[in-house]
């Protein structure tokens, strides 16, 4: 049941934190709400939320860092970036720091919804997803969101579970952008480059030499695709 489901939100501003809570709240999900970076981790490690809304710009500390220490705590757990920072670079630096999504304000409380539920099905699809897969030397497990690659462990978000679900489910075909975006984000999320961003990212992880792949390749024009 949706109201099972617990949602850690990370904001210090208090009127947009009760519109998110009361929203939220009234589609089932229950909310507990930290106004700084240091009380969201702690709430992170007790609660042990199914999601977390991450606002950047906190009062004690870097949003980034807040987002790269939950992440540590959680493999599988989505992070929601929210901020008014819409450049494309505040976007990577965000995905790099362990984030799923970034919802730029001002938002929609519809549009956030429909991004929570999206994030939330993913996961359930990861844990529902085949226990390993091999790619080339890498073995992949997906739900328990790892790779292991010449001995070596890497951890893999929600997002790239599902991104590389999607591309084993049509290997050896070109996916397009616009396709990569609908099925894994499930809604019109951040841009294009969001995915070329998840593409380096899941390379760096799997391919013995990133910059040379041999398994997730570039189809010039039409996307990517991934040749296990």
């Not at 390993?132 to 579970?161: C, F, K, Q, T, W």
């Not at 679900?165 to 075909?173: A, D, I, T, Y």
């Not at 070109?174 to 975006?181: M, N, P």
Request: hydrophobic content about 45%.
């Amino acid at each position: 049941m949706v109201g099972e489901k617990q949602i850690l939100l990370v904001e210090d501003e208090p009127a947009m934190a009760l519109g998110i809570t009361d929203a939220l709240s009234f589609e089932g999900y229950r909310v507990v709400h930290a106004p700084t970076g240091r009380q969201a981790v702690e709430l992170a490690r007790a609660a042990c939320p199914d999601l977390v809304l991450l606002d950047l710009m906190l009062p004690d500390t870097n949003g980034y860092e807040v987002c790269a220490q939950l992440r540590k705590l959680s493999r599988s757990v989505p992070i929601l970036i929210l901020s008014a920072r819409s450049q494309d670079s505040d976007k990577i630096r965000g995905l790099d720091a362990g984030a799923d999504d970034y919802v730029t304000k001002p938002f929609s409380l519809g549009e956030l919804a429909a991004r929570v539920r999206a994030a939330l099905r993913r996961v359930e699809r990861a844990a529902a997803a085949p226990q390993a897969v091999r790619i080339g030397r890498a073995e992949v497990n997906l739900p328990g969101h790892a790779v292991l690659l010449d001995g070596r462990e890497e951890a893999l978000s929600s997002y790239e579970v599902e991104l590389l679900r999607l591309l084993l489910e049509k290997s050896g075909e070109a996916v397009g952008r616009d396709e990569i975006l609908d099925r894994v984000w499930g809604v019109q999320a951040i841009n294009s480059r969001a995915v070329d961003n998840f593409i380096v990212k899941l390379r760096k992880k799997i391919e013995t030499t990133p910059d040379k792949p041999q398994h997730i390749l570039t189809v010039y024009g039409r996307g990517y695709k991934l040749v296990p």
